[in-house]
C-alpha cells in the first residue's frame, strides 16, 4: 500500500476493517480501535468473532462465505446498522457498508468493512419514539 493510502486509511473517522478470506483480520485502522476498543493486534488473534454478537455468528459467517463465493455482496451500497459489541463487552450500535475486495487478477481476497458507532443516535431515537407512543396513548386516552 503506498504511504498516501495507508495514511487515508489509518485516519478515517470511521472504521476501516480488513478480514482475508479466512475471516483473519488482517487491517484494523485506528477508528476501528476506539469504536471497538480493540487494538489491531488484539484483533488479528481474537477475529470479527470478537465484534459480532453470539445471536449473529451463524448468518455472518453464512453471508460471508456466499459474498466470497459470489465475488459480491448482496449490501453493495448500502449500510447498514446493527449491533456490535465493545471489548468492554458493551452492545453498541454500527453502521457497517461491505465490499469484496479483489485482486488485480480479479480473484476474491477478503471482504472489508466501514463502520460509524451510532449508537447515541439510536438511543436518542428510540427515546423519541417511546415518548411519540406515549403522546399517541394520551391523545387516544383522551
Known sequence: MDEQARLLLDQSPDAVIFAGTDGSVTYWNGAAERIF????GE??????????PEQ???AHWKGYDRALADGDTK???????????????????????????????????GAMA????ITERFNRDRETRRRLRELEAKEGAS
Open 56 to 58: 449473529f455468528r451463524e
Open 43 to 52: 484483533m488479528a488473534s481474537k477475529g470479527l468473532d470478537a465484534i459480532i
Open 37 to 40: 476498543g480493540y487494538t489491531a
Open 114 to 117: 466501514c463502520a460509524r458507532d
Open 75 to 109: 449490501y453493495r451500497g448500502q449500510a447498514l446498522a446493527t449491533r456490535a459489541l465493545r471489548a468492554d463487552g458493551e452492545t453498541i450500535y454500527v453502521e457497517l457498508s461491505f465490499a469484496i475486495v479483489k485482486d488485480e487478477a480479479g480473484a476474491v481476497i
